[in-house]
């Protein structure tokens, strides 16, 4: 059974830093592009963040690049992303995806979710 857990979100004045982590177990990121997606009210996921299992090449959607990084540690199956100067905008539920290995990172080619984790950034 794949399992994605997140941790590290809560809640930062505008300008703040956060480190999400995601540990996986039931699955081995060389058959995965590992990413986070998130989600506010109203809105679809949106595809924040995605690396490859073997080129590590990175995605980042145009409103967080510069200020997110995507990163994974192999021997501890665990994904993380820092976010650096955080807006009010970046406000939503954070989650955690594994995704097709050669696709772009998009909602159809998510194959396993997150829990989610929140993130409010106040003004």
């Known amino acids: 059974q794949v399992r994605l857990v997140e941790s590290g979100g809560g809640s930062v004045q505008a300008g703040g830093s956060l480190r999400l982590s995601c540990t996986a177990s039931?699955?081995?990121?060389?058959?995965?592009?590992m990413g986070w997606f998130r989600q506010t009210p109203g809105k679809e996921r949106e595809g924040v963040s995605c690396?490859?299992?073997?080129?590590?090449?990175?995605y980042y959607a145009d409103s967080v690049k510069g200020r997110f990084t995507i990163s994974r540690d192999d021997a501890k199956n665990t994904l993380y992303l820092q976010m650096d100067s955080l807006k009010p905008d970046d406000t939503a539920m954070y989650y955690c995806?594994?995704?097709?290995?050669?696709?772009?990172?998009?909602?159809?080619?998510?194959?396993?979710w997150g829990q989610g984790t929140q993130v409010t950034v106040s003004s």
């Open positions: 039931g699955l081995t990121f060389d058959g995965y592009q």
């Open positions: 690396i490859k299992w073997y080129s590590r090449s990175t």
């Open positions: 995806v594994a995704v097709r290995s050669d696709t772009t990172c998009s909602g159809p080619n998510v194959m396993y």
